[in-house]
């Protein structure tokens, strides 16, 4: 696995170990030590994964995640001190995919970019197929979502989110189902990833995102797409 | 209040009790005093009169030595006595004496006999005596030289009906009084209790916590001294307590500002040792032993401050709980296979949604899962969950020494280490955490030893709304797994 992963942390020890045990993983690793440095980089070279600390000089992580995903697409991690609501909340509504709590040990960091990864490999070229979802048509080999012939533009996350809850249709998924599927959590991820994703998939599929007609929320067990 | 209404009841009685007997005191020897003096003077002016009468006027008619009826009609001498209000009666000594009215025809035998026997004597007599119905003051007396008795009767219902009028008058005057005393004995306890009634609802507030309670100082007497004294207390009450917070709050700043700045070099740390903890065989032998030890010894350091972060948080008021509703066997069964899959858990038939933080509950099971595994290592343990509609009851149970039932309340306290051999990688904070959490939740946590040896503790937590899901609903909310008919449309891109 060569994947190029961008590392934008300023705290040099932790930076430096990290690039450390990314590369034993077998990445390649860029490092930047400030937001300014992370997003210049961003913008100059080619990545596949950012892994963002959220606490930066210069440029926060939240606005270097606003700032990449005005572009792109790629998936993108943060690094967060606390588990806190608001960090998390926050750093997902800026765009990103998933976080990993600080402190974290280098193997749980490697898994939560090997799924993030994985998510972008399993593309199936062979699935030719479209789905369609009230008036959104999912075209899943271009990863691309139409709403009357205009594009909208969804994360990785976002899309895959659709595309499950789509081709289940009219079922119940449990939000730690969709953690497994989606994010990769074996057990008790934070189930917050999946609602501000949701939150966030709305936002740009439904018509009025206050009132879902497409992805429904079930109390108490979990998500729906409509049948 | 009794005791208050107590204060105000015995004064009203004092003061009413007081006035009654000053009224009655004033009221008889009043209507007393009046009494005699009226009857006083009416005898007096009665005596002079009849002195006169029998000593001038009758001696004027010429009267014989032995007058008849007749001759004393003739004198006319009733007519002029009666001029004067004063009815005759004339003792003729012949058992048949002259009235100058008709219905004194007999009440000269009825007139008390020492009167009439004193009469008798010469004297001029009196008495008080009803005469045909009417109050009189009867006098008597004969002329010096001898002759008939003369009896004067005269009226004296006016005084009666005066002395009867005056002790009326006092009467009502006293039930006036007493009425003001009434109202004045509620209007000085309203005075006196107003500032103890004031005192007592600040005390009150004080006991509540509010300790800006004070008591309003209306008057510069004992009562404003008093009211001064109590509110001086209050204010040193309320400043000790505020640098006793003051001071708390600096230690607690304190360890939360200790557990901050670690937490940057700990995140390193603990990278760091993953990465040595991967390579623990590619080290030398003389090192591995201290890498082995430096990865656990990091591990125990990230608890301790993780740990400590979150009581700090918990200190500063800072944990928000978030409800939305939460499948508790599903939340159950993740939390088990994540901390401790060997425990056993036998879900109860229907599971239950029930509003809760899902994340606070599960750091609750998790640190209950952790005790267990730390203090009663390779011994069974079991999970029991019971849910009823007012309650939830989530124990883990395990079958390790137990704790001494005298300590069993302090397992709860932080760095609560009641086994000081057992150096265990606990903090010992993990109880004070779950406990912090079951508070958050409005719940509590309660351990006991089990009858059959080992601990129980168990989180009790109040429901507010919970829904049994109906049977068979389980396949749903798991949702259809891999391979499963896929229900929206497909069609080949063209």
Redesign the interface.
Known sequence: MDARILLVED?P??RE??A??LR?AGFTVETASDGREGLDRFEAEAFDLVLLDIMLPRLDGLEVCRAIRKTSMIPVVMLT?RAD?IDVVVGLEAGADDYVR????????VARVRAALRRVGQRPEDD??????GPLVI?I?GRAVTRDGREIPLTRTEFDLLVDL?????????R??LLDRIWGYD??G??RLVDVAVGRLRAKIEADPAAPALILTV????YK?A? | MSRLRGVRARLAVTLVALVALTAAVLGVGASWFVDTRLHDRALQDAAAQAGFDLSVIVPGRQLPAAPTRDDIVRSGLAETFRQRNVETIVDLGSGDPFVSREDLVGALDRLPADLRDRVARGELAYAWADVAGVPSLVVGGREPAGGPAFYFVRNVSDITAAVGQLRLALAAGAVLLLVIALLAARIVARGVLAPVEAASRAAERIERGDLSARVPVTSRDEFGTWADRFNRMAAALADTIARLEVAQAQNRRFVADVAHEL?????????????V??HLDDLPPESRRAGELLVADVRRL?SLV?ELMELSRFDAAAE?V?LE???VM?LVQ??T??RLATARFDPPAPSV?VDTD??RL?RILGNLLDNAREHAPDSPVEIELSVTPEQLTLGVLDRGPGVPEGDLDRIFDRFAKLDPSRHGGSSGLGLAIAAEHAALLGGHLEASNRDVGGLRIALVLPLAVT?S?PAG?ET?????EAG?P????????P
């Open positions: 705290d020890s932790i170990v990290t450390i045990g034993n001190a609501t600080k402190p974290f040990e280098v193997p749980e960091l030719t197929s479209r789905l369609t979802l075209d080999a789509t081709r289940h249709a009219g079922q119940v998924l449990a730690d189902t057990y008790l934070d189930s109390r108490g067990a979990g797409a049948r | 937490r940057t070099p700990l995140a390193a740390l603990v990278a760091e040792a993953s990465i903890g991967e990230r993780e928000r978030a509703p939460v499948d599903r993740a939390v296979a994540a949604v899902p994340r599960e829904r899901l609903d749903a909310i798991r949702g259809p499963d896929i229900s929206s449309t497909r069609e080949p891109i």
